[in-house]
């Protein structure tokens, strides 16, 4: 567990094991803490290192989140691979982690061998936006004990600003990857559960993603729901680790 600094922020990063690099980009407010078992799993094989972004986790905080919150993740990204002494990776994001491991793809294409892009479609319906929003003004117990792991005794200022960003993203249409999916030169796996109560047309988004995407792969799981990182674990880690091992790179 350690810090680095970007710009005049520090940014917390956990690792573990050896061999080619893994970073693991975490939902908009998840974090690093609740990665563990992906750790576990993947380094086996790999060096894994789960970043925080700016404003959550054990990361700095910040007064607002900007409105390019996943390109500024995916600035992030490549920031812990430089600190790291790396010139490429693995890119592992779920949800919001996801958008910006596909943003890291598109504008570094360099330090990017392959993206696994978990639960994240590439237009969000703003209702669908709008409508998560309001339900975390009804704060389920688990909800709570989540987000303060994540983040401490000020989860709800963490919240609270990715309720802003997603409020702005619902007003100028959803979109946040902007149409760039067929710049992506690497190789990428799209997953996700058909039964993903966060992204009620996840089959129809993924499909035309893949088709934007040059190289690129998908698995559906007509089973759990958002992630499916979480909520089938075994099954996204098997898919993972098999579209991982490919020889080219």
Not at 102 to 124: G, N, R, T, W
Not at 174 to 195: F, Y
Not at 201 to 213: F, H, K, N, T
Request: hydrophobic content about 40%; glycine content about 8%; overall charge negative.
């Amino acid at each position: 567990m350690s810090y680095f600094n970007y710009k005049s922020f520090r940014l917390f990063f956990r690792e573990q094991g050896n061999g080619p690099l893994l970073i693991i980009l975490p939902g908009n407010t998840a974090s690093s803490v609740w990665h563990q078992g992906e750790l576990d799993c993947f380094s086996r094989r790999y060096h894994v290192a789960v970043l925080d972004f700016l404003g959550t986790g054990e990361s700095d905080r910040l007064e607002s989140w900007p409105d390019d919150w996943w390109y500024e993740g995916a600035c992030q990204a490549k920031a812990l691979v430089d600190h790291l002494g790396e010139k490429r990776c693995i890119v592992m994001g779920t949800s919001g982690g996801a958008a910006a491991a596909l943003l890291m793809a598109i504008h570094f294409p360099q330090y990017v061998s392959a993206v696994v892009a978990d639960s994240c479609v590439e237009k969000f319906a703003p209702q669908s936006l709008r409508e998560e929003v309001e339900s975390r003004h009804q704060l389920l117990p688990e909800q709570k004990s989540f987000w303060e792991k994540a983040h401490g005794q000020d989860w709800k200022g963490v919240v609270d600003a990715d309720s802003r960003l997603l409020l702005r993203l619902a007003d100028k249409g959803g979109d946040c990857i902007g149409g760039r999916l067929g710049e992506i030169q690497c190789p990428v796996l799209l997953t996700a559960s058909l039964q993903d109560s966060l992204l009620p047309d996840a089959a129809q988004q993924i499909c035309r993603m893949g088709q934007q995407i040059p190289d690129s792969r998908i698995f559906l799981n007509n089973a759990g729901d958002h992630p499916l990182m979480w909520s089938r674990p075994n099954d996204f880690r098997q898919v993972s680790e098999w579209f991982m091992s490919r020889p080219d790179f």
